[in-house]
Every structure is written in C-alpha cells, then in structure tokens.
C-alpha cells in the first residue's frame, strides 16, 4: 500500500488540527496509509512517527494548537540532519510528505525535495507572511483573538482617557497590525515595511483628545518598533496618559475560526490530491478566492506585498 506522510512545523497556527484531519481522511479515502510525523522536523530525524487512521483525527477540528506537536529544529537545518530525515522517511517506506507550517518550516520541505522526496506545503502561520498565497491558514483566528482583546483594551482606555500601545506578533511581516488595526478601530498601526511619523501619530491623537476623544490605540507589530519607548515619546509628545500591551502568544490558541476550518479541509484535500498524482515539491495556496498549486521553489521566492490600500483606508477612516 502506498504511504504518505504529514508533519506540522515551526510556530502552530489555529487550523493546523483542521489541516491534519483533511489530510489524513482524504488520503486514506484516496486509498493510502497515512502516517503522522510527531514534533515537525524534530520528529522525523528521531523517527517518531505513527500510523493514523479515520478515527485519530476524530473530534480535532475545532481545536487549536497540532494534535502532532511542532517544533523549531536547529538539527534539521545541518546536512547530517536532513540525511537522518530522508532515511527515516525511506525506511518507513513514505515517498510523499505533505508539510504544514510557515515560511521556514516550507524552506525545511524544499530541501527535502532536493533529496528526492515529493513535498507539499499547506501555508500555516498567524503571520501571513507568503507572498504566493492571499492568507495563510491561522491568520484569520488571529485576527479574531486580537480584535477581541483590542475591544477589551479600549473599554478600560477610555474609561481613564489613556491610549495603548498594542503589540502583536507577526515577525517582519504588518498583517496582523494592519487587519486587527482596521477591524478593531485602532487610530493607527506602526508596521514594519513602512515607516513611522512619531509625531502626525501623536498629532492625530491630540486633535481627538481636542474633540472629546477619551482612548487612543495605536497597534504596533512587533517587527517595527520597541513599544516602551515608543510609548514614552508617545506620551511626552501627547501628555495622554499612556499604557502597554503586548498580547503574546494568546494570539497563536484558540479555536480556529470558520475561515480556518474551511481553509484548512479545502487546502488539505488540495495538498493530497495534487501529491499523489505528482513528483516534485509544491505548494497550495489561496489566490483570489481560489485553491491554486504552485512549484514550492517559485512559490518561496514570491515577494510578500504590503496592502497599502488596506492601510490607507485605515488612516482615512481612523481618526
Ligand atoms: O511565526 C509565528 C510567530 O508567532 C511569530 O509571530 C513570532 O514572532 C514567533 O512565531 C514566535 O516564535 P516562538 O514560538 O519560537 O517564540
């Protein structure tokens, strides 16, 4: 019987459980073994591997976190890692593997394919952070938790007439600022593909505060900026009473919301479908509404575009 296998890799974004019960049931419907990778590329150079059947993915798909652990694995990036890898993978009798993960947990599978194995990579992240792809699965829960959290800080910001200064995650990347900054109603984002005017962001919290304004939420991408200090220039150039929040990795749990339970079953029926029948290393994808395959090497290379409509109806419509 033909085997194939699944893994989770780097930081675990909600949806990965939706990923891993899309994949497991639809190879296995497609008449494969399916295996489960336990602890990403940490898993498959110790070979911690298992068989997975129907019934091990039952009653996940509303969970968080990966029901196969992850990892970030420092050994997977030397060659005598990947060697171990690509054996394990042979003696288990696994010549398809599909990898669920970031950026750099897709680079880790492009390796791979350079040694042989048929690779696809399902985009996990709550970053969104791929160029190839519109969203990446997790992306959207996170946005929800963040948007949540941004509406508990504002009640208690304008009950003193403070601002906030909101970190949130997101590497290098401004998503999770730029969208949770529009659903939420912040005044202004800081992210870091653009640069910052320290002063027109105090200048509009001032005029509002003219206006009767009592809260302030500025949300800062933890790529852009140290939200202490920006918090203390914030607050000598405004004199408004000035706090921090830095939300953490609150935004990585939960339940995955709709958006990523359908992402998660459409893409990973897609990733298997596509495998099976083909050899190389690939990437799925979502483009306009679409479920779309790329060459994962092409895919990788895809520059990730900041919105800058999106930021810019923010700074019209946020005052
Ligand atoms: O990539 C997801 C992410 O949560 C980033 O937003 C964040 O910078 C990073 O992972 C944190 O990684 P770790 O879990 O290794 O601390």
Known sequence: MKRIAILTSGGDAPGMNA????????????????????????????????????????????????????????????????????????????????????????????????????????????DNDLGYTDYTIGFFTAIDTVTHAISNIRDTTEAHGRANIVEVMGRNCGDIALYSGLSGGAESIIVPERKFDMEEISKKAILGKNRGKRHHIIILAEGAGDAYKIAEEFEKLTEIDTRVTILGYIQRGGNPNVVDRIMGAAMGNAAVEYIISNSGAYAVG??????????????????????????????????
């Open 19 to 126: 990923v891993i019960r899309a994949v497991v049931r639809s190879a296995i419907y497609m008449g494969y073994e399916v295996y489960g990778v336990k602890n990403g590329y940490e898993g498959l150079i110790d070979g911690d591997i298992v068989q997975l059947i129907e019934s091990s993915v039952a009653d996940i798909i509303q969970r968080g976190g990966t029901i196969l652990g992850t990892s970030r694995s420092k050994r997977f990036e030397t060659d005598e890692g990947l060697d171990k890898a690509v054996n394990i993978l042979e003696v288990f009798g696994i010549d398809k593997l599909i990898v669920a993960g970031g950026d750099g947990s897709l680079k880790g599978a492009l390796a791979l394919a350079g040694r042989g194995i048929d690779v696809i990579g399902i985009p996990l992240s709550i």
């Open 286 to 319: 979502i483009c306009s509404g679409k479920i779309e395959i790329f060459n994962l090497e092409i895919a990788l290379n895809i520059k990730k575009e900041f919105k800058d409509d999106l930021s810019d109806i923010l700074k019209k419509i946020s005052i």
